[in-house]
């Protein structure tokens, strides 16, 4: 499933044909906490109807997916996309700049549902020496606990090159703040995808929305030839025309709620945390005021970033009031 507009859902056949579809009413499980029962990558069967549209009969098991809180209904979850192969989390440090504790949220959901992530910083033909400076800085964390870092300018074409080696041969979810380029980067990777792109507000500094439905795009890279074992991956294996990755644009998050989390499990997904958890006294730790803590010695030895441990605290206060995290 590529599209979802409402109660409508777009599905791309093998053969690049799309049919619209309406999602069969015993999909929609009473006392589920999913907004919606069907999600961007999803693999479905549908019946053809008489009138040229289909019915949607089943869905299969999911590799993964990637949830957050629903924005206005505490209680329940909105399935981002299904079946994705790499999160490209694009930030920028210039407007509207993205601070780690909204990277973290999202590199620990990631974490939590086994899908490998990358982050993407965008508009550096902005930067001066001393955004460039921070940025480095803010670069080294990320990098020195095992995630690559990209940097681009969607507007000039840098980097964008790198972006789509990254990207060949995969189904990649493209997520971030409202403003930060999303939809200008992905027009930069395939600029036959004539993506809307919005303006930052000079009076919030925020970015405005352009997306407003998660759609997946399939695209061809240039001239460039997928290997036998990018053509393995069972994304593509289906499809009978010229594809190179699927590109998933979604709405810009101004918040990232967590769900189903317990405070005593939240250090798992942090990986330079992961790797020291035996040497704590207790096996729950939260590595807040318990005695024997690796995790708060790493810190202390410099050997934990102290923004990421405070993002980790933060996080945590967020879990334990259950209430969505703000920027």
Known sequence: MIRTTGSWYNVLLADGTVVECRLRGNFRIRGSKQTNPIA?????????????????????????????????????????????DLLCLVATLGLPRTSTGFIDRLLVTAEAYHIPAVIIFNKCDLYDDDLWQIHNEIKSIYTSVGYPVYEVSALNGTGVDAVKE?????????????????????????????????????????????????????????????????????????????????????????????????????????????????????????????????????????????????????IIDSIESDAPIRR
């Open 166 to 314: 990254l990207i060949a041969g995969k189904t990649c979810l493209f997520s971030g703040h409202s403003g930060v380029g999303k939809s200008a980067l992905l027009n930069a990777i395939d600029p036959s995808l004539q993506l809307r792109t919005g303006e930052v507000s000079e009076w919030s500094l925020k970015g405005t929305h352009t997306t407003t439905f998660a759609e997946i795009f399939p695209i061809k890279l240039d001239n460039r030839e997928i290997s036998s074992e990018e053509n393995q991956n069972p994304s593509f294996s289906a499809f009978r025309f010229p594809l190179s990755a699927f590109l998933i644009d979604t709405p810009g998050i101004k918040e990232f709620g967590m769900v189903d989390f317990q405070p005593w499990e939240l250090s798992h997904f942090f990986p330079e945390m992961r790797s020291r958890l035996q040497g704590c006294r207790f096996a729950n730790c939260t590595h807040r005021h318990e005695p024997g803590c690796a995790i708060k010695e790493a810190v202390e030895n410099g050997e934990i970033s102290e923004e990421r441990y405070q993002n980790y605290l933060n």
């Open 40 to 84: 961007v990558g999803d693999r479905v069967s549908f019946q053809m109807l008489d009138d040229g549209t289909g019915m949607i009969t089943d869905i299969a098991d999911r590799r993964n997916y990637i949830v957050r809180r629903a924005t206005k209904l505490s209680k329940q979850t909105h399935v981002i996309a299904a079946n994705v």
